[in-house]
């Protein structure tokens, strides 16, 4: 170990770097070459398919189980909630293996391709499989989509923001109008969904809906494909659960240790800095150490076990910057808890807000009548014009006025 001495005088020893499954944000090897709009665009196709065919189903879950199976109100709308919460669930599963194990490219096509099986297994049910069989097939669909949806949802848009570059400003500023068109894609396919899936549903059949909704997926894979050669890829850098887990631990570990009483030096970063240093540069902390949630602090003393070591056990020591991205998260519960109540409300829009549409006079000329769960469509029409304003006439004007490339600084930030 190698000790050196801060701009404070606080003693600072720099570790080796036994770790290369957590490199740095500079350091992170891009596998191949290329990312910007050109290959954006295609991941944009494959996302908006993959909400086409979720809204297209979930919008229109309750009516399936009350109309089909004629399950009680009750009975469905608890049926509705539960495959949506395990489908908000599965997520966690599918962003270790993709950070851990698979990287993001990966973890999409195997995702994509098990959302497909999910919904051709829907098809088969809504046409082949006879009564005595249909929901049990129909269940077994539904949850094979919530595994897909696991993997899918939290890779592609990590892995649309892999294609730009942040050391780029014009790359940055094409990041942020990106994102905004991100987002009308995925409004637009939910309200084309909306309307046309759902009318096919109540007037046509489910079966065909569900093998259009199948069509499309089927399409969007090919096309996700079709980019293959233009995609910027990252290697998998692990899994922050990880590296929380190990701050967590070592804190718990020395949670008897008294910095002040016993002068415990502190670990602050790896070897790169002492790299640095040599060349005559300097390499300043990405995070400054903080006061809040002091406990956590303790993962980065430095008592006599750890200079017996040869390696740094991450396990046992962490560094100030693993604390800190520790800590950074702690700090967002506070906000996560906020948006309980939200999805509290957004949940009723899937089940009793439908229902309840069921039974409003929903006529419109002498010959059409629209389907309760297209009510739905209101909300994301609102959003695309909201969102086309936005990108198009306040963010360049706050950009003028501000110089931020995103129009207007992060709060957060």
């Known amino acids: ?34 990312g910007g709009w050109k290959a954006a665009i295609f991941i944009i196709f494959v996302e908006v398919a993959e909400q086409f065919a979720s809204i297209g189903l979930s919008s229109n879950l309750i009516m399936y189980f009350t109309t089909v199976f004629h399950e009680p109100l009750g009975v469905a709308a608890k049926q509705v909630n539960n495959w949506v919460g395990v489908s908000a669930v599965f997520p966690l599963l599918g962003a270790f293996v993709a950070d851990s194990l698979l990287g ?27 009564d005595n069989q249909r929901k049990a097939v129909f269940f077994l669909g539904l949850y094979i989509l919530s595994v897909g949806q696991g993997g899918h949802r939290p890779c592609v848009q990590t892995f649309a923001a892999d294609q730009f570059d942040e050391e780029s400003p014009e790359e940055r500023k094409k990041k942020s109008s990106f994102f905004n068109w991100w987002y009308v894609g995925l409004v637009g396919g939910s309200t084309f ?19 259009i909704l199948a069509g499309v997926l089927a399409a969007a894979i090919i096309l996700f494909l079709a980019g293959v050669k233009k995609y910027r890829r990252q290697v998998p850098v692990g899994s922050p659960l990880t590296r929380i887990a190990q701050v967590v631990v070592a804190a718990a570990r020395k949670w008897r240790v008294d910095e002040t009483r ?34 956590l602090d303790k993962a980065t003393l430095i008592d006599k ?19 800190e991205e520790v800590k950074l998260v702690v700090r967002l519960i506070p906000v996560w808890v906020s948006c309980l109540m939200f999805a509290v409300v957004q949940a009723q829009i899937h089940t009793f807000f439908t229902k309840q549409g069921s039974t409003m006079l929903r006529s419109v000329g002498p010959h059409f009548q629209l389907p309760p769960a297209s009510l739905q469509g209101v909300v994301g029409l609102t959003i695309l014009l909201t969102v086309l304003f936005y990108d198009r006439v306040f963010v360049p004007a ?14 957060i930030n």
Not at 193 to 211: C, M, P
Not at 312 to 317: Q, T
Not at 402 to 410: I, M, V
Request: proline share 7%.
């Open 193 to 211: 969904a909306v309307f046309v899936v759902i009318y096919v549903q109540d007037n046509i059949g489910w079966g065909l809906s569900f093998g």
């Open 1 to 34: 170990m190698e000790k050196q001495k801060s701009p404070n005088n606080v003693p600072i020893i720099n570790l080796p770097n036994k770790f290369p499954d957590h490199p740095t944000a500079s350091n992170s090897p891009t596998v191949r070459p290329g």
């Open 305 to 323: 076990e750890d200079e017996a070591r040869k390696k740094r056990d991450p396990w046992r020591l962490s560094t100030v910057e693993e604390v």
């Open 398 to 411: 706050a950009r003028n006025f501000t110089g931020h490339h995103s129009g207007l600084p992060n709060p």
């Open 104 to 130: 993001r490219f990966k973890t999409i096509i195997i995702a994509s391709l098990i959302f497909f099986i999910g919904m051709m297994v829907l098809t088969v049910s809504a046409t082949v499989v006879g």
């Open 262 to 295: 016993n002068g415990w030096r502190i670990c602050y970063e790896e070897d790169n800095r002492a790299k640095n240093d040599a060349e005559g540069e300097h390499n300043l902390m990405t995070l400054a150490r903080t006061n809040q949630f002091r406990i």
